[in-house]
Each structure stands twice: as structure tokens, then as C-alpha cells.
């Protein structure tokens, strides 16, 4: 049986820095793409970032550019999101997911292949 756990989240200030993990078990990252998704009150849940197979890729979406970090550790079965400069619209909801893919699969920041989801974490940014 599969899990894809995730931890980290919390309640911080705005300005403040959170790294979020998801750990899986029962499958390997190996050979996956991952990303992350999150999901606030009353709106749809939205792309992240995402990091390829083999790393060469990692898309963040537009509102973490610059301030959100993507990585993945293989041996440890697990992937980061590292968050900077946190701010009041970033409180949501936050996922993992994965999919088992090509080598040279551009990773996609739509919901829609991920095959292996996380809980979701809450993240809460608020002065």
C-alpha cells in the first residue's frame, strides 16, 4: 500500500521562511515527476511548482517565482518545498503529488497525470 505523507506546515508571520516535506512509501520517487499544489478557501487548487524526473526541470508557478525553491532527495524518497518570504495569500492548503514517468517528461503543473497525492498540509501566514 502507497502513502505519500507530507509535514511542515504551520502558522508563521509574513516574511517568514517554511519547508514543507513529503515522504513516500510503498512506491519510489525514482522515477517520478513531482509537484506541489495548494488549495485556499473557495479557490480551485493551483500549481505550485513542479520538478522533473531527473531534476533537469523545476517550473514554478508564477506566484512563487523567486521565493519558492522545489527539490527532491531519492535516497530519502521524499521532496521539498521550500518557502521564502511568505506572505497572507500564500495560507492554503498544500499538496503533493506524483506520477510515474518518461525520463525526459517536462513536468506538468496541472493536476491532472498525478497519480500519488499527499494530505495536504496546512499552511497558515498571518501576522
Known amino acids: 500500500q502507497w502513502r505519500f505523507v507530507g509535514s511542515g506546515g504551520g502558522l508563521v508571520q509574513p516574511g517568514e521562511s517554511l519547508r514543507l516535506s513529503c515522504t513516500a512509501s510503498g512506491f519510489s520517487l525514482d522515477y517520478c515527476a513531482i509537484a506541489w499544489f495548494r488549495q485556499a478557501p473557495g479557490k480551485p487548487r493551483e500549481g505550485v511548482g513542479c520538478?522533473?524526473?531527473?531534476?533537469?526541470?523545476?517550473n514554478p508557478a508564477e506566484a512563487g517565482q523567486g521565493r519558492f525553491t522545489i527539490s527532491r532527495d531519492n535516497a530519502r524518497n521524499a521532496a521539498y518545498l521550500d518557502m521564502d518570504s511568505l506572505e497572507p495569500d500564500d495560507t492554503a492548503l498544500y499538496f503533493c503529488a506524483a506520477v510515474s514517468t518518461g525520463p525526459n517528461w517536462p513536468c506538468s503543473l496541472s493536476p491532472a497525470p498525478y497519480d500519488f497525492w499527499g494530505q495536504g498540509i496546512q499552511v497558515t501566514v498571518s501576522s
Open positions: 520538478i522533473s524526473r531527473n531534476s533537469d526541470q523545476t
